[in-house]
């Protein structure tokens, strides 16, 4: 497992359209602008998030997360640590694999959720001006189960 | 979010190479079988389960999995329960999502699980004899978090 702190210290080096992407991503979550989050997003994206919710159609994604940033995202910090994979696959598309630092946050039931680490899996698209999203998958590394990787 | 207990039941049919290739998937779980669950993937195939590991690479996803066939999944039941999403993609990839209701286990620290739906996100691409699994992003789904699904 990678143990980078920082998508600087990867081994290769990040595609320009691939890094800009995952700037927007992580910038238009530290300022809590969904309008420039899902701008970067195509009209069929889905997206599911880490409890397992699937959310179809750019309507549906933005409003999920306008929803969850009023309730609990809002001035949550989001770091991107690493970039694990890129997959080039036809027609220009490629399949990320990327780790973000989660800051602390409360869940809408009102349990405390320390911060934490996520692995999301990213279907990215060409469009005019740089990649979109087309597809998210977001998982919660769970730190206890770590040590049981047999790999 | 579709409450079908039956593929079958979606509403539009499922195009048979995704068929096969998620028949292979149910069948070879449910067998145990991980030599021929593996035929199915393609050599780089990257896979991230529901606890954010992350393995990468065909040797390495086939290993942690005959390792937690050994210690935990061997004779857990497998069923497809929905066919979500099918997006089309250049090259005559797919992108699905699917979910899966997974039996009763115990984690490798011993806590026991109750059967539970589990979202997957495959990357399928075209091999000589069909689809392959090129990446997976499996997410369990949290049943407590539903209700607060914004949309």
Chains 1, 2 share one sequence.
Do not use: C
Request: aromatic share 6%; hydrophobic share 45%.
């Amino acid at each position: 497992m990678p143990t980078s702190s920082s998508p600087l210290a990867t081994p290769t080096p990040i595609e320009p359209a691939v890094a800009a992407l995952l700037r927007v991503m992580e910038d238009t979550w530290n300022a809590s602008d969904m309008d420039a989050m899902f701008a970067v997003a195509t009209p069929d994206i889905h997206w599911v998030n880490v409890v397992g919710m699937h959310w179809q159609g750019h309507a549906a994604v933005k409003q999920a997360h306008v929803v969850f940033f009023d309730l609990m995202f809002r001035g949550v910090p989001l770091k991107l640590e690493a970039v694990e994979h890129v997959k080039a696959l036809p027609g220009g598309l490629r399949l990320l694999v990327v780790r973000w630092l989660l800051g602390a946050y409360k869940t809408p039931s009102g349990e405390p959720r320390p911060p934490s680490q996520n692995r999301m899996s990213i279907l990215a698209v060409p469009g005019p001006d740089g990649l979109l999203i087309s597809h998210v998958a977001n998982i919660e590394v769970n730190p206890h189960a770590a040590r049981h990787n047999p790999v």
